[in-house]
């Protein structure tokens, strides 16, 4: 019989730096779910992505067990990634903050695909053209 799952929790934590405190800690801690567990898993399956934002969904079940599944990092955070920034433009489309190009915003789509709702790798390149237009920056 299957367990049933009670509350499903997403958060996007620093790859390899998931801690107790809050975020964590405040979002796991009503679930009844072993906080330093979750942390200590979470860190050991993305230590090797440090430096990215590695989004999870961690599907709480009545037994109080869990399992989670981790996503792709955000498109915003790969494309500041490859434009070189800490943050995209506030003033869309006014104000640019780069530019990427063709084989960049491809790559990032590859990455992406499995988080996607596109059926083909040329959706995606638009999903994530359309991204670097919100954010000012030019697909070049």
Same mark, same amino acid.
């Given at each position: 019989?299957?367990?049933?799952?009670?509350?499903?929790?997403?958060?996007a934590i620093a790859?390899?730096?998931?801690?107790?405190?809050?975020? +964590?800690?405040? /979002?796991? &801690?009503?679930?009844?779910?072993?906080?330093?567990?979750?942390? #200590? @898993?979470?860190?050991?399956?993305? $230590?090797?992505?440090?430096?990215?934002?590695?989004?999870?969904?961690?599907?709480?079940?009545?037994?109080?067990?869990?399992?989670?599944?981790?996503?792709?990092?955000?498109?915003?955070?790969? +494309?500041?990634? /490859?434009? &070189?920034?800490?943050?995209?433009?506030?003033?869309?489309?006014? #104000? @640019?903050?780069?530019?990427?190009? $063709?084989?960049?915003?491809?790559?990032?789509?590859?990455?992406?695909?499995?988080?996607?709702?596109?059926?083909?790798?040329?959706?995606?390149?638009?999903?994530?053209?359309?991204?670097?237009?919100?954010?000012?920056?030019?697909v070049k």
């Amino acid at each position: 019989m299957a367990k049933k799952i009670t509350k499903v929790i997403k958060l996007a934590i620093a790859a390899g730096k998931a801690n107790p405190a809050p975020p +964590i800690g405040t /979002a796991l &801690g009503p679930a009844g779910l072993n906080i330093a567990e979750f942390c #200590k @898993k979470y860190n050991d399956m993305t $230590k090797d992505k440090m430096g990215q934002i590695i989004p999870v969904i961690i599907n709480v079940y009545e037994d109080r067990t869990y399992d989670f599944i981790l996503k792709t990092p955000p498109a915003s955070s790969l +494309i500041l990634k /490859a434009v &070189g920034v800490e943050k995209g433009s506030g003033e869309v489309p006014k #104000k @640019k903050i780069g530019s990427i190009s $063709k084989a960049q915003v491809e790559e990032i789509a590859n990455i992406k695909m499995p988080d996607l709702n596109a059926k083909d790798l040329k959706g995606a390149i638009s999903i994530v053209e359309g991204q670097c237009r919100s954010m000012g920056v030019d697909v070049k």
